[in-house]
Every structure is written in structure tokens, then in C-alpha cells.
């Protein structure tokens, strides 16, 4: 019996330990097809491969037709497709040229951003008093709601006993742009007001932030601002304080003259290198990761496009007067305004407007004229100061003579007031938050603004 029992147990164990053998693994696909970004008329796929022995040739078929013979010599390749229509969904598949078994892809699915209005209704505003013998002018504007938009500049006034008043910031209060006059004081030297504004950068309500040369903080109820940055404590003497940009109080960049760049830790104040002296007149980013600072000197017709993070920039692309065979290892003109879309694609311009996208630098093809030669006696547009967004189907190009043009995704209009080549407008800033835009400029010796509403 005792045997019997040993057995049992001897058998029992050696069957709980036997080893099954592991299910088999599922093997990967050779080739993957993913979809990284789509505008209207354009999509990037990604496409991945897996045991392909490289080089290959790959054909894309989109609906079911070969569209791209690409070669492919890294496991990874964003393939680049455009000339597609708005709103629409287009089938892709990837397949080995010429392999006996047809190794194939996923079937991806990608629908493209539907168009935006153009359609804009807007009002015009004139500010400032020509009998002052000065002239008003706003350079920034900082755009919340309908009902909260702040400007900057430089705005003379007539009080009730006819003598000149200046201000340098103007609020729209959802009624009437009204005119705000601030305050400073440096210890032993006296009061001033704070006028000629140049940047402007609106963090809450109780933290609005100045460039004025120098920078300042305003908390938004006050009379009275704090100097923050003085330019005297810039490396060059000719240095100053022209735009701001930041995402929090303790996050804070500004850029200007003779190449500046300063940035705020919450702290303490560094000046840092951009590796260029070139004026610095534009800043964007969307985040910490990726700042685009661009520069214009129009004496010599020239720019610059900077590209940073943290407390490190360097050079992307130098641009000035050139020949088409050059590019784009250059830009062509200046460049006095930079704007990134919600898939990354980067915009300048000042004389013409460049993309970069896909790793390169090409013209923005979809605006008329816009080529090296092109656009003669300034017909369909001026130079671009500014460009601002919801994305890259909804944007808008500012400048002189009122460019004032809206891309919704395929096609460009002029939006508010008609452009003519001999008009006095200038537009030194655009903003656009869904809706809503708002263009600050001069129109001969008054400031002017226009709202828009879509």
C-alpha cells in the first residue's frame, strides 16, 4: 500500500512540473503605416518596417492606386503626401515592390482638416489726437475674449484743457477701447509715464508683463508698474527690450535689439546668446521645448530665424537679398515674424512667407505671388509683420498698405478692409483665438485697430 501511495506521489509531481512548451509569438508585420499629422491638403504617414532587408522599394497606394515609389534606406520613414482635398478620407497601403510574396501594410485611414470661413464681419477703431503734433501708433496686442483685449504703443491724447496726454496701453472692455495711463519710478531720478510700448504679454489678469526698452509688471488694477529688467543691465548699451514671451510668471523670455535674449526663472534675470546682432522682433513657442525667435534689419534687407530651449539658442536659417538658385539654404528679405501650427510646422516671413515642414524649407505655395520676383508693384500684397493662428487651416498674414489675408486650409482672402497697394495701413500685429481676431497697426498719424468676428 505504501508503495502504491509513493508511486501516486512521484507520478503527481513529475506531472505538475512538466514544462508545456511557450504559445507561439505572434509575428510583427514587415511593414507598418501610421498616421503622424493631416491639414487639408496634406498628410504625413510614418512608415515602419520590420526584418525588410534595406535598401527596398515600397509602393504607397492611396485608394488603390500607386501614388509613390519610395526607396527606403532607414526602418523609419515619414512619407510626405500632398495635393489632397479637404474633409475627405483616403485609404493608404504600403506594398514591397517586387517581392514574389507581396508583403503589404496595414490599410490606413486619414481624413483631412475640412476648410474655415473666411467669412469676417469687423469694426474699425482710430485713437489718438493729430493736434498734438505727435503721432499714435500700437505695436502689440494681447487678445483674451471679445470682451478683454489689451494694446500697446504709444497714444497722445488732448486733456480738457487741451494739453497733451500720453498713454501706452488702451483695453477693450467689450464696449469702448478706453486709454489707460500708467506709472513708473526709478529711486532718485523721478516718475514717468509708461508709453511707447512695444510687446505685451497677458498671463492673468494680475500679471501683465511690458517691453518697453526695458520690461515691466503690471498687476492689472494699479496705476503704477514695476520696473522688473532695466536695459542698463544689458551686455551692450544698445540692447533693449522689444517682445516678451512665456507660459507662467517664473517662465519668461524676452527678446530685442543688437540680438538680446533675457529669460526669467522666477528669480533672477539671465542675458544669454543668440549668436547673431541682428534685431530680434518675433517670438512664438508652444511649449519649452521649441522657441522660434525671428529677426529683421531692414537697412541691409535682412533676418534671422533662431530655434532654442531652455537657455540655449542657435541659428536655424540666416536670410537677405539672394537669387532663386540659393535657396534655401538662405531665406530671401527679413524675417520679422515666426509662427508654429498644431502639427509643427514652423512660418516666417517679411517679403515673402516661408514653411518648414518635413525637414525643409520651401515658399508657402498656396499664397499668390509668392516667390522671388513676385508680387510686383506690391499688387496682391505688403510686407508681413505679423503671423497668428488657430492652425493650419485657419491663419492670418498682417503687414503694410492693409495686408490682411486669411488662409482657411486651400485659399487665401483678404479679410475687413480691401488691401490696396497705396493704402496708409500698416498692421504691426495680428491675433486670432477661434472667432475672433484683432489687428493693431497705425493708419498715417493715429493708431487704428480693427476686430474681426466670424
Given amino acids: 500500500m505504501h508503495k502504491l501511495i509513493n508511486i501516486f506521489i512521484i507520478i503527481l509531481f513529475v506531472s505538475c512540473n512538466t514544462t508545456e512548451p511557450p504559445p507561439p509569438q505572434e509575428e510583427k508585420p514587415i511593414l507598418t503605416l501610421t498616421l503622424e499629422d493631416a491639414s487639408s491638403i496634406e498628410a504625413w504617414v510614418k512608415l515602419t518596417t520590420n526584418n525588410l532587408q534595406l535598401p527596398a522599394t515600397v509602393n ?45 501594410s496595414n490599410i490606413l485611414q486619414a481624413t483631412t482638416l475640412d476648410t474655415t470661413s473666411h467669412n469676417f464681419s469687423y469694426q474699425t477703431y482710430e485713437l489718438g489726437e493729430p493736434l498734438t503734433g505727435n503721432s499714435s501708433i500700437l505695436y502689440d496686442v494681447a487678445l483674451i475674449d471679445a470682451n478683454n483685449i489689451y ?39 523721478g516718475e514717468f509715464v509708461l508709453s511707447n510700448i512695444r510687446g505685451i504679454l497677458y498671463l492673468s489678469s494680475n500679471e501683465i508683463w511690458f517691453a518697453a526698452g526695458s520690461i515691466f509688471r503690471w498687476d492689472g488694477v494699479s496705476q503704477n508698474v514695476q520696473l522688473i529688467f532695466s536695459r542698463l543691465d544689458l551686455s551692450d548699451p544698445n540692447g533693449s527690450i522689444e517682445k516678451l514671451w512665456g507660459n507662467s510668471k517664473t517662465y519668461l523670455y524676452g527678446v530685442g535689439n543688437k540680438g538680446t535674449i533675457v529669460i526669467y526663472n522666477g528669480q533672477t534675470w539671465q542675458q544669454i546668446s543668440s549668436g547673431t546682432e541682428l534685431p530680434l522682433v ?76 518635413n525637414n525643409k524649407w520651401n515658399y508657402v505655395t498656396s499664397l499668390p505671388e509668392n516667390y ?32 490682411l489675408k486669411h488662409f482657411n486650409g486651400v485659399t487665401w482672402e483678404q479679410i475687413g478692409l480691401p488691401y490696396s497697394p497705396s493704402s496708409p495701413i500698416i498692421w504691426y500685429k495680428v491675433e486670432q483665438k477661434g472667432n475672433i481676431a484683432v489687428a493693431v497697426g497705425d493708419k498715417g498719424s493715429k493708431a487704428f485697430i480693427i476686430m474681426l468676428n466670424r
Avoid: C
Avoid at 534606406?73 to 503626401?81: L, R, W
Avoid at 534671422?304 to 535657396?327: D, R
Avoid at 510686383?376 to 510686407?383: D, H, L, M, Q, W
Fill in 60 to 104: 504607397l497606394e492611396q485608394n488603390n492606386s500607386v501614388t509613390q515609389d519610395i526607396i527606403l534606406s532607414n526602418a523609419d520613414t515619414v512619407i510626405y503626401i500632398d495635393s489632397l482635398l479637404p474633409n475627405k478620407t483616403y485609404s493608404f497601403i504600403a506594398v514591397v515592390s517586387g517581392n514574389e510574396q507581396l508583403d503589404t
Fill in 151 to 189: 494694446a500697446v504703443g504709444e497714444i497722445y491724447m488732448l486733456d480738457s484743457l487741451g494739453q497733451t496726454d500720453t498713454y501706452g496701453v488702451v483695453h477693450w472692455n467689450g464696449q469702448n477701447w478706453e486709454p489707460i495711463k500708467l506709472y513708473y519710478s526709478i529711486p532718485s531720478v
Fill in 372 to 403: 522671388i520676383g513676385g508680387n510686383p508693384g506690391a499688387n496682391y500684397r505688403g510686407f508681413i509683420t505679423s503671423i497668428r493662428g488657430n492652425g493650419s487651416n485657419d491663419y492670418i498674414i498682417a503687414g503694410d498698405r492693409n495686408t
Fill in 282 to 357: 518675433d517670438i512664438y513657442s508652444k511649449g519649452e521645448n521649441g522657441i522660434y525667435i525671428s529677426g529683421a534689419y531692414t537697412p541691409e534687407v535682412k533676418g534671422v530665424l533662431l530655434k532654442g530651449n531652455a537657455n540655449q539658442f542657435s541659428v536655424m536659417i540666416n536670410s537677405e537679398i539672394i537669387s532663386e538658385n540659393e535657396l534655401f539654404d538662405k531665406l530671401y528679405g527679413e524675417l520679422a515674424s515666426v509662427w508654429v501650427d498644431e502639427i509643427g510646422t514652423i512660418y516666417t516671413g517679411g517679403n515673402l512667407l516661408f514653411s518648414y515642414k
